[in-house]
């Protein structure tokens, strides 16, 4: 799995969007990019994946540069609940186990 | 639907002493995984179950066993616990193919060796 790289932490204003940078760019072609959020003592949450196009959902956009090489994670109007560890994971989904690797992540901070 | 849960919440043991961590899934996924999360660190791999009756170590598997007790069911034993195994440990499950392989945690278990 490739390996990933991102800043230990950031800031963002309440009601701002908080864009969260990912590098990965040893990333393969079959090789997805998984986000997953973890607030303070609680398990780990996935937010979103994707291959190559942008995606979006209910919690989160995902944009993933034309060569692959970095992603970007977008959650359009923090608020105080976002404030958690942020990591970014990269992989393939078939012809394997599973497992994830985890990174040390981005701390994000909301603040009000 | 409890999704993963985990059991149990905290527990402190003493040096040597051996305790079975428990989890169990109601989402009916093929595989499962245990973590181990140190202060200040990220998750890491300590064994994972493909599917109902394999194992395999993952990155730290030293000084655990695990079984896959059932479809539902995946443990995770300390035979002589150490200091060094002070960690939250958290349980995951998913289903594995195209477009899924999603994890999703326990809450966690918070255990302290003294």
């Known amino acids: 799995d490739a390996k990933t790289t991102q800043p230990p932490s950031m800031d963002c204003a309440e009601g701002r969007a908080a864009n969260l940078p990912c590098n990965h760019s040893?990333?393969?072609?079959?090789?997805?990019v998984y986000w997953y959020r973890q607030i303070h003592s609680q398990g780990p949450q996935y937010i979103i994946h994707?291959?190559?196009n942008n995606e979006t959902n209910e919690m989160a956009s995902l944009i993933i540069t034309e060569d692959r090489k970095s992603s970007t994670l977008i959650l359009p109007h923090a608020t105080l609940r976002d404030t958690a560890v942020y990591y970014c994971?990269?992989?393939?989904?078939?012809?394997?186990?599973?497992?994830?690797?985890f990174g040390q992540g981005t701390t994000l901070q909301v603040k009000p | 639907n409890a999704g993963v849960t985990q059991t149990p919440k905290f527990q402190v043991l003493k040096t040597g002493q051996s305790m079975t961590l428990q989890c169990a899934q109601d989402?009916?996924?093929?595989?499962m995984y245990w973590y181990r999360q140190d202060p200040g660190m990220g998750l890491r791999l300590i064994y994972y179950?493909?599917?109902?009756?394999?194992?395999d170590k993952g990155e730290v598997p030293n000084g655990y066993n695990v079984s896959r007790l059932n479809k539902r069911e995946f443990s995770l034993r300390l035979e002589s616990a150490a200091p060094s195994q002070t960690s939250v440990y958290f349980c995951?499950?998913?289903?594995?193919?195209?477009?899924?392989?999603?994890?999703?945690f326990g809450a966690g278990t918070r255990l302290s060796v003294l």
């Open positions: 995951a499950s998913s289903e594995i193919g195209l477009a899924k392989n999603i994890q999703y």
């Open positions: 040893t990333i393969s072609g079959n090789e997805y």
């Open positions: 994707g291959l190559k």
């Open positions: 994971i990269v992989r393939a989904i078939s012809g394997n186990t599973g497992k994830l690797i």
């Open positions: 989402m009916n996924h093929n595989s």
């Open positions: 179950s493909a599917s109902e009756g394999t194992t």
